[in-house]
C-alpha cells in the first residue's frame, strides 16, 4: 500500500499534515509527531500581529517612553521575535526528516515579507502564508480584500525559491476565481482550504464576551471536501484540506475529492499524537476495502469533473435536493 504523496512539491510518506498549532511550536513537540508517523508539520505561525503587540507592550512599559526608543525597541522586538523562530526552524530540520513547513500569519505585505528571506535560509522546506481577513468592514470593496491575497503572494515569490502555500478562508464573494487566480500566478505551490477563525459567543449568564468552538467538530470537514471537490481539477497547485478532519474516514473523502493531503489539530489535541496512527490505519483499511493501491490512483475519483453526479456539490438548497428539483 503506497501512502505516499506530494504538497507542495514536497514528498510525504503519507497525507498526514499537522497544521500550524500550539503542537508545533517546540523540537520535541515535533519529534513525537514524526514518530507517531506525521507526514508533514506546519509551525505555530509567526504572527505579524504578534510583533506588532510585544513592540507596544515593550514601548508602554515605563521607563521606555522616550521618542528616541521607539526605533531601538521596535527593531528589539522584532529580532527577537524572528530569531526564536528561525531558531526553532533551524533545530527541528536538525532533529526530524519529514518536511517542516513556515508559517506566517499576516494581514499586510508591508516590511515583514522579508522574514520569507530568513526563513529560507533558517532550513525550512516551505512556507505557509496565513491570510487571515475577515471582510467586515461595509465601506470596503471584495476586491481590496482580494488584492491582499495578489501583493502578499508576489513579494514573498520574489524574494524565495522555496515552495509557497497559502491557508485562506471561505469568505470570498467570487471565492472559486480567488483560487483559480492565485493558482494561475504560479507564484503559489499549494492551497489550504480553509482558515479556521477565533469564534466569538456570549456567556448569557455573565453577559461578557467568550470564545466558543476552539476545537473542529467531525462534520466540518464537509465545507473543505465542497471547495476541493469543485477546484482541484482546474487548478494547477496542490490542495490541502483542514477543519474537520478527524478520522481515516474524512481523510479518505478529501483525497477522494481531490485534495494531496489534509492538515489535523483538533483530532490531536483531543487524543495525543498516538492518533495520528489510528487515522492511518482506517485510512489504510478503506484503500484496501475499495482496492486501492496508492493515492495517486484514488486522488479527485470523485471530484467535481470526475464524478457523474457533480451537480451535488453545487447544490446549496436543501428543497433541490431532497425533493428531486433540478
Not at 219 to 225: M, Q, V
Not at 307 to 317: D, G, I, L, T
Request: proline letters at 3%; a negative charge.
Amino acid at each position: 500500500m503506497n501512502l505516499s504523496t506530494t504538497y507542495m512539491g514536497l514528498s510525504m510518506k503519507n497525507p498526514i499534515i499537522i497544521g500550524s498549532s500550539g503542537l508545533t511550536d517546540k523540537v520535541d513537540k515535533i519529534k513525537k509527531l514524526e514518530d507517531s508517523n506525521a507526514g508533514a508539520v506546519v509551525l505555530k505561525s509567526l504572527f505579524e500581529e504578534q510583533i506588532n503587540a510585544e513592540f507596544y507592550n515593550v514601548l508602554n512599559t515605563p521607563g521606555n517612553e522616550y521618542p528616541e526608543a521607539y526605533e531601538y525597541i521596535k527593531e528589539y522586538t522584532k529580532n527577537k521575535t524572528v530569531t526564536e523562530y528561525l531558531d526553532l526552524i533551524s533545530n527541528a530540520k536538525k532533529s526530524v526528516d519529514i518536511p517542516i513547513i513556515a508559517s506566517i500569519n499576516c494581514v499586510t505585505n508591508t516590511e515583514w515579507v522579508k522574514f520569507a528571506a530568513d526563513i529560507e535560509k533558517a532550513g525550512a522546506d516551505g512556507i505557509e502564508l496565513n491570510i487571515a481577513i475577515l471582510p467586515s468592514d461595509p465601506f470596503s470593496e471584495g476586491c481590496d480584500n482580494e488584492d491582499i491575497f495578489y501583493k502578499i503572494t508576489e513579494k514573498v515569490h520574489n524574494i524565495v525559491s522555496i515552495p509557497v502555500s497559502l491557508k485562506m478562508s471561505y469568505y470570498s464573494a467570487g471565492l472559486a476565481k480567488l483560487i483559480y487566480n492565485l493558482s494561475a500566478s504560479k507564484k503559489v505551490k499549494g492551497i489550504s482550504l480553509f482558515n479556521r477563525f477565533y469564534s466569538p459567543d456570549i456567556d448569557i449568564n455573565t453577559l461578557e464576551l467568550t470564545s466558543s468552538n476552539v476545537f473542529s467538530t467531525p462534520d466540518e470537514y464537509t465545507l473543505p471536501l465542497r471547495w476541493i471537490a469543485l477546484m482541484s481539477e482546474k487548478i494547477d497547485a496542490d490542495m490541502a484540506a483542514t477543519t474537520g478532519i478527524h478520522d481515516g474516514n474524512s481523510v479518505a473523502k478529501q483525497i477522494l475529492a481531490g485534495a494531496s493531503a489534509v492538515q489535523i489539530v483538533s483530532a490531536v489535541y483531543k487524543h495525543g499524537p498516538e492518533y495520528i496512527n489510528t487515522i492511518l490505519k482506517e485510512f489504510e483499511e478503506l484503500m484496501i476495502k475499495h482496492k486501492f493501491s496508492s493515492i495517486n490512483e484514488m486522488k479527485g475519483k470523485l471530484s467535481f469533473h470526475r464524478n457523474k453526479y457533480n451537480r451535488a456539490f453545487e447544490r446549496v438548497q436543501f428543497m433541490k435536493y431532497f425533493g428531486g428539483i433540478s
